[in-house]
């Protein structure tokens, strides 16, 4: 792994044209895979894809955020910022694996919910109030991985999880550094100076219990090398998936309160 | 966030000159009308003329809801540590803790309604627009557990500008901390009812402000995830006036019902009764 970049140069990484969406890795990484549309309220959010597929055989419900790969795929799925719609497609496709007995597996890349009046409308903070409680008690193992950005509230309504993976550059926020830097300072040209001191990398992540993983990325960044990069996404979800489908899902859903129970600094 | 810092001290004190000058009074945000301020606090700070429900401190709300004497608190000593180092955190948070009294941003505790016992927990905006961050997140946290352990009730009176910035990711991850808590307490069947008072945004309105059984919201006051200038600025959309109030959003489906000041702890108390909270064993 490369340890010497700041958090600036990773997110600058994470930005280049190129680096690959999860459209890329589900034929590297699944099989079989259907997309299933819909959150049944209301219409089909873009910025949030999921289905069916199998990984090493075994059928499992893939949820994630849907980055552009050009201008035109941006507009689609709208830079990949949800909808409320987005994160009830996201719910309703989580409880049917908990009844079909399918293990989750969440791919979070979004700088954050959309910020539209639409959004607000509909019940914006509902909607990921609503996953974030939902998943915590969900009985199907939840592994999430981000892959590139994954900005506030947006990204944590699939982020409640058993095990959680960044990719070696991918970065976990709040919210924005450019967000950040405007609520704190009033002024978004500040997001370099914000980026480097809000501890987003993926080791700070580690360091602070939100991730458990970093899956390496092949030198100079995940675009270098899709065939690599998908092989060692693969890898640590064929692993993770085996063994937290052996454990009981009581225990399971017991280790799940208390990985996000003991996340806090204070003293008394 | 800070962004309603703007908002919190509109409410100033004004001398009328027209009048008897010894008598202070209050300048309404919102009809711009005057009234004393005595009157003023009397209402439990409600303009007289126009109904605007200015915000209450912590105690204050207690005060108003909870019978005499009944309030105990949790965790009271409770602070906040500095996660992710961030300049100036520590001292500015001693700064607040020696002017507002408070130790952070929530007050936890159990407390009588008419003799119904409940846990309740009031945010107050004084403290850092009383965003979340490690010590309200885990005494939200804690006030649920104790609620789901002892078959009690939660009130909580929520006001938040959203995630404590300067606690980075740590911030956020008190929503998964906090909803998780408020899942399992629903989950054993336990009654939770959320009181939206101004300003209720961000984080707070994503996690646990959202998943009451019941949602309350005082009149007028401001509920959203996202900032209305933030939105204005990305999407250059222009709003409705009454965009994100109570009103709008109990309209749009995420409020129950719409409370006065004056029959809130009425309301509340009639509510826990009717869940058979405080009825005799027969």
């Known amino acids: 792994m490369e340890n010497n970049k700041t958090a600036w140069e990773r997110l600058s990484l994470v930005h280049t044209k190129g680096r690959p969406t999860i459209r890329d890795y589900i034929p590297l990484i699944f099989t079989d895979f259907y997309e299933l549309h819909g959150d049944r309220y209301f219409g089909d959010d873009h910025a949030v894809m999921g289905g069916i597929a199998r990984l090493d055989g075994r059928p499992v419900t893939v949820i994630a955020q849907v980055k552009g790969r050009n201008i035109n795929e941006n507009k689609d799925c709208n830079f990949a910022m949800p909808l409320p719609e987005g994160y009830r497609k996201a719910l309703r496709l989580a ?52 892959l590139g950005e994954g900005g506030s509230g947006g990204a944590l309504a699939l982020g409640v999880c058993d095990e959680l993976a960044m990719l070696e550059n991918a970065q976990y926020s709040v919210v924005s550094p450019r967000g950040f830097a405007s609520i704190l300072w009033k002024d978004a040209s500040r997001e370099e100076e914000a980026c480097n001191i809000m501890q987003v990398t993926a080791d700070d992540m580690v360091r602070l219990g939100v991730a458990e993983a970093v899956i390496e990325e092949p030198l100079g960044g995940a675009h270098n090398d899709l065939y690599k990069i998908s092989e060692n996404i693969k890898e640590y979800l064929s692993l993770k998936i085996r063994e937290k489908c052996q454990k009981g899902i009581d225990e399971l859903l017991k280790e799940r309160y208390t990985k996000f129970r003991k996340i806090g600094e204070f003293m008394e | 966030m800070t962004m309603f810092e703007d908002f919190f001290n509109v409410v100033k004190l004004r001398f009328n000159g027209n009048e008897d000058s010894s008598v202070p009074m209050f300048k309404c945000p919102r009809c711009q009308g005057t009234s004393p301020l005595d009157r003023y606090e009397e209402l ?139 899942k399992r307490h629903s989950d054993s069947g336990g009654l939770y009812i959320t009181v939206l008072t101004d300003p209720t945004t961000g984080g707070v309105t994503a996690s646990f402000a959202s998943l009451g059984d019941i949602i309350i919201a005082e009149p007028k006051i401001l509920i959203g995830f996202a900032g209305r200038r933030v939105i204005e600025s990305t999407m250059r959309q222009r709003l409705p006036e009454d965009f994100q109030l109570a009103e709008f959003m109990q309209d749009k489906g995420f409020i129950d019902m719409i409370v006065e000041r004056r029959r809130m702890r009425s309301t509340l108390a009639h509510l826990l009764s009717l869940h058979g909270f405080g009825e005799k064993e027969v």
């Open chain 1, 95 to 146: 409880k049917q694996a908990e009844k079909f007995h399918r293990p989750v597996i969440c791919f979070i890349d979004t700088p954050g919910a959309n910020a539209g009046m639409s959004a607000e409308e509909r019940g914006q903070g509902e909607a990921i109030a609503r996953n974030i409680a939902e998943f915590m008690t969900l009985r199907t193992p939840i592994i999430s991985v981000v």
């Open chain 2, 44 to 182: 439990h700070r409600v303009c007289p003329n126009c109904n605007y429900h200015g915000r209450l401190s912590a105690p204050q709300r207690i005060a108003i809801t909870a019978d005499k004497d009944s309030f105990c608190e949790f965790d009271a000593d409770m602070i906040s540590c500095d996660p992710i180092d961030f300049p100036d955190y520590p001292e500015k948070q001693e700064e607040l803790r020696e002017s507002t009294g408070l130790k952070d941003a929530v007050i936890t505790g159990t407390a009588e309604i008419r003799g119904i016992k409940t846990v309740i927990g009031v945010m107050d905006s004084r403290y850092m627009m009383a965003s979340m961050g490690s010590v309200v997140g885990e005494k939200i946290t804690r006030a649920f557990e104790y609620a789901t352990d002892n078959g009690l009730p939660v009130i909580m009176f929520t006001a938040s500008g959203g995630a404590r910035m300067q606690e980075g990711i740590v911030s956020l991850m008190q929503m998964a901390k906090t909803s998780g808590a408020v």
